[in-house]
């Protein structure tokens, strides 16, 4: 087992942020704005976009050289930078042992560990139907967000809440979180405690609608955002719906534009056809014209 370097007991002095997605850019301009040092930004390599030289850097590159920060893909630059603490937030890659046993490191975590360790801590909690998540900021260790807890911060699970929405609020909430914990002594981690669930990258086949399942659990796959069915054999993508009481069989449109579940029916709210832009579903019922009892969820064509 990997001996971890010892977290810096009062405020760290320099840092090394690690980082990659869009949700990992404010909790970086919140050190920033707090008067920390952030010596250097680590991120993933440029992407090559298309068949050109172009090339994508990530959302916290961006970030990073708008704030004047220096930016590296290499993770054993962290240890050359005379930093007393390494902040992790989305980076999207282990870190190995020989980085953990120099410098000491602390992940922003969004769930409730033990739940939901993993890729997709946001989006399994809204599937599963939890009525909280939150966030942790916990020291880094082997293994995938193993480490003991330093702080945690509870937040509700509204119902109608999409997932984009939560993850924005548990990003406003990790930033400030991150910067109170920081700037007032790490403290000392506890260990984690409860039953372990993961929360597996989700795969694209997970996005299609059963509508078998109740209406309930279809709602909370459209509230991810990427749910979708298919209608006269061309895809649908279902962004916006809500339970409805009223009856109707499983796959099966009835008015007012409603889809009947495995219990109870989901009434459709926006919608966006394969190849046009996103719509409500009102619109889109005027141009498609659905027929009571016809089918959502046949095979697509081609």
Known sequence: MTKLAALPAGRPQRLV????PDMAVKPLEALVEGGFDVALVITRADKRRG????VTPSPVKVAALRLGLAVSHSVDEALHQGADLGVVVAFGQLIKPHVLERLPMVNLHFSLLPRWRGAAPVERAVL???STTGVCLMQLAEGLDTGPVLDVVEVAIDDDQSAADLRA???QI??????RVLGGGIGTP??????????????PEEFMIDWSRAAVDVHRLVRLGLAYTTFRGKRLKVLAASVSDGSAAPARFAAPLRVGCGSESLALERLQPEGKAAMDATAWAHGA????GEQFGEAASG
């Open 17 to 20: 942020y690690f980082g990659t």
């Open 51 to 54: 068949r050109g030289n172009d």
């Open 128 to 130: 599963a139907g939890d």
């Open 169 to 171: 609020a548990l990003v």
């Open 174 to 179: 990790g930033a400030q979180q991150l910067v």
């Open 190 to 203: 506890v260990p984690q405690q409860g039953e372990v669930v993961y929360a597996a990258k989700l795969r």
């Open 289 to 292: 014209r659905p027929i009571e």
